[in-house]
């Protein structure tokens, strides 16, 4: 399938490669670090929380790389969709995060993060690729103008 895009080359196969690997690393090195504060008895988050926002990091990790170094899946023809469905997840998520805080809700207790804790560092990780991939789009711009 990847072989008849017409956006593929050798390139972005090897440049994924290299992304997730880094991503690989990326959770290796939080995973340790968690482990490592456990250890010492330091509670961030809920267990629930600490592995959500885990795995979410390191993928937006590997997402904003891949969309800095030309390697997203699709952003050929479907920059401005992906940029945009990040950019609605991200409203939603900092919505529902201000409305939580405007009721009064704590986003830390006993040093942890609460369920609305998680809400902001969860709004700001598609904010996050949202921004990359608008720096992208601007690079890219002032490129083809040149």
Do not use: C
Request: hydrophobic share 60%; proline share 1%; aromatic share 12%.
């Amino acid at each position: 399938m990847l072989m008849n895009n017409k956006f593929f080359d050798e390139r972005q196969l090897k440049i994924r490669g290299e992304v997730f690997f880094h991503g690989l690393i990326a959770a290796f090195a939080l995973l340790l670090i968690n482990a490592l504060l456990q250890g010492l008895d330091i509670v961030w988050a809920s267990g629930f929380h600490q592995n959500i926002i885990i795995f979410f990091f390191t993928g937006m990790v590997v997402i904003i790389e891949a969309i800095l170094r030309d390697a997203f899946f699709g952003m050929g023809q479907m920059r401005w969709p992906i940029i945009g469905a990040f950019g609605v997840l991200s409203a939603v998520l900092i919505y529902g995060v201000v409305h939580s805080f405007a009721q009064g809700n704590a986003l830390v207790e006993a040093g942890a993060l609460t369920h609305h804790g998680f809400m902001l560092v969860g709004a700001v990780m598609p904010v996050s690729v949202t921004v990359a991939g608008l720096i992208k789009e601007i690079i890219e711009k002032r490129r083809n103008h040149e």
